[in-house]
């Protein structure tokens, strides 16, 4: 699986939008991106992925560049209860169903 | 809630205690996983199970014993551990062969491990 490449930390305003950037320079034509997150002390959670196209769903949108070598990751409106480390994956899915976790992004909402 | 459930979700033992973790998944899904999240590190994958087969073992130390009797079950016996083993253990479960890159796991809230 291709590498990731994130920042260590990220602030972001209560109700602002928070965008977490991953860096996949090495990502294959098969290979998704997926985002977990990791509130403390509990198991992580899956938020989204995508292969090529900008995904959207109830948590957070995704961006991927077209050449699919960077990857960004939006929460709308951040609230306190986001503040969380948010892992970028990457993976081929299917019957690969290995995830590897690297250290992620510790994004701090502020009131 | 996620539908997946590890029992106890503390745990303090001796380093000659023999004592097991316990995982069970609600979602019918096919894959469950073990990962060891110690201080300060990312989430360390240690054994996989497909359709109750052992499918990967990350060079972890034979003290830790998996089991896996069925897909909604999944087991991890401790015996002589070590201090450094202390750590959040995580379950977790997936479809195993998912089509259309969906490859969602669904974690548990883990067991706190301390080793004394």
């Known amino acids: 699986d291709a590498k990731t490449t994130q920042p260590t930390s990220m602030d972001c305003a209560e109700g602002r939008a928070a965008n977490l950037p991953c860096n996949h320079s090495?990502?294959?034509?098969?290979?998704?991106v997926y985002w977990y997150r990791q509130i403390h002390s509990q198991g992580p959670q899956y938020i989204i992925h995508?292969?090529?196209n900008n995904e959207t769903n109830e948590m957070a949108s995704l961006i991927i560049t077209e050449d699919r070598k960077s990857s960004t990751l939006i929460l709308p409106h951040a609230t306190l209860r986001d503040t969380a480390v948010y892992y970028c994956?990457?993976?081929?899915?299917?019957?690969?169903?290995?995830?590897?976790f690297g250290k992620g992004t510790l994004l701090t909402v502020n009131p | 809630e996620t539908g997946v459930t590890q029992t106890p979700r503390h745990l303090v033992m001796g380093m000659t205690n023999k004592k097991s973790l316990k995982c069970e998944q609600h979602?019918?899904?096919?894959?469950m996983y073990w990962y060891k999240q110690s201080a300060k590190k990312p989430l360390e994958l240690m054994f996989v199970?497909?359709?109750?087969?052992?499918?990967e073992n990350n060079s972890v130390p034979s003290r830790f014993s998996p089991e896996c009797p069925n897909s909604s079950h999944l087991f991890l016996h401790l015996h002589t551990l070590q201090p450094e083993d202390s750590a959040l253990y995580l379950c977790?479960?997936?479809?195993?062969?998912?089509?259309?890159?969906?490859?969602?796991?669904?974690f548990g809230p883990g067991t706190r491990l301390t080793v004394l």
């Open positions: 977790a479960s997936s479809q195993s062969k998912a089509g259309g890159g969906r490859n969602e796991q669904f």
């Open positions: 090495t990502i294959s034509g098969n290979e998704y």
């Open positions: 995508g292969l090529k």
């Open positions: 994956i990457v993976n081929s899915g299917g019957s690969n169903y290995k995830l590897t």
């Open positions: 979602l019918g899904h096919n894959a």
């Open positions: 199970y497909n359709f109750k087969e052992q499918t």
